[in-house]
């Protein structure tokens, strides 16, 4: 496994010809590559072109946790950990594990300990990266489910 951060990225759309246009530059034969592959290349190409030309500074690498712990979640570990506990205890303060009150047609077999685990999870996802249509159909379902 590699090192590093894997991130979800909106390319415009002249900058992907920008690119391209940099890896021929670089002697890089694209065609062999993912377009993420491709975007990590060239983003590692034009990081050493700043280093070389002293606009940015090298970095010893021994800042990178303190530098990075916003982005790696480090503070939200815990955080997370503890909303789902709450929504755990909330959920459980008041219901019974048994299956849930269903409106009719919905995951009529999920007990409300399986809709709580479930939700915690897309709440997760929520927090990190955001959810995708059916991700916050199935997030706004569950909510609904439990609390209503």
Do not use: W
Not at 122 to 143: I, P, V, W
């Amino acid at each position: 496994m590699k090192g590093g951060m894997v991130i979800r990225l909106r390319v415009a759309p002249l900058d992907c010809l920008y690119i391209l246009q940099l890896l021929d530059v670089a002697g890089i034969d694209a065609s062999k590559l993912s377009f993420s592959a491709a975007t990590s290349a060239a983003l590692s190409t034009l990081i050493e072109v700043a280093k070389k030309a002293e606009i940015i500074q090298e970095e010893s690498g021994f800042d990178y946790t303190p530098r990075m712990e916003k982005y790696l979640g480090i503070d939200k570990r815990g955080k997370r950990k503890e909303q789902a506990e709450r929504l755990f205890e909330k959920a459980k303060s008041g219901l019974s594990l048994a299956p849930a009150n269903r409106k009719e047609g919905k995951n009529p077999d999920l007990t409300q300990e399986e809709l709580i685990f479930h939700l915690s999870r897309l709440e997760e996802k929520k927090e990190a990266e955001g959810l995708n249509e059916e991700e916050q159909e199935r997030y706004d379902e569950y909510t609904d489910l439990l609390y209503n």
